[in-house]
C-alpha cells in the first residue's frame, strides 16, 4: 500500500519562507514523476510544481522563481521550498505521485499566509 504523508505547513507571514516535505512509502513502482498541488478555498485544485524521473522540473508561472521542488530518492521524499510566500499562496497544498500504474495523493497540508 503506497501512502504519501505531506508536513511542513503552517500560518506564516507574507514574504516569509516554508518548506514542505512529502514522504512516500509502501511499493512503488517505475516513477514517472511527482507533483505539488494546491487548493485555495473555494478554488479548483490547481498544480503548483512537478519533477519528472530524469529530474526536469516545471512550475505554475504565479510561482515561478519563487518555489523550488527536489527530490531525495534515497529518502522517498519530494521537497517543496516556498520563498517571498504572498497572501494568495494562502491554500491546502498536496504532494501527488505518478507511476506507471496508476496515481496516489497526500491528505495535504494547510499554508495560510497573512498579510
Known amino acids: 500500500q503506497v501512502q504519501l504523508v505531506e508536513s511542513g505547513g503552517g500560518l506564516v507571514q507574507a514574504g516569509g519562507s516554508l518548506r514542505l516535505s512529502c514522504v512516500v512509502s509502501g511499493s512503488i513502482s517505475s516513477i514517472n514523476a511527482m507533483n505539488w498541488y494546491r487548493q485555495a478555498p473555494g478554488k479548483q485544485r490547481e498544480l503548483v510544481a512537478g519533477?519528472?524521473?530524469?529530474?526536469?522540473?516545471n512550475y505554475a508561472d504565479s510561482v515561478q522563481g519563487r518555489f523550488t521542488i527536489s527530490r531525495d530518492n534515497a529518502k522517498n521524499t519530494v521537497n517543496l521550498q516556498m520563498n517571498s510566500l504572498k497572501p494568495e499562496d494562502t491554500a491546502v497544498y498536496y504532494c501527488?505521485?505518478?507511476?506507471?500504474?496508476?496515481?496516489?495523493w497526500g491528505q495535504g497540508t494547510q499554508v495560510p499566509v497573512t498579510s
Open positions: 519533477i519528472f524521473s530524469d529530474g526536469r522540473t
Open positions: 501527488r505521485l505518478l507511476t506507471v500504474t496508476g496515481e496516489y
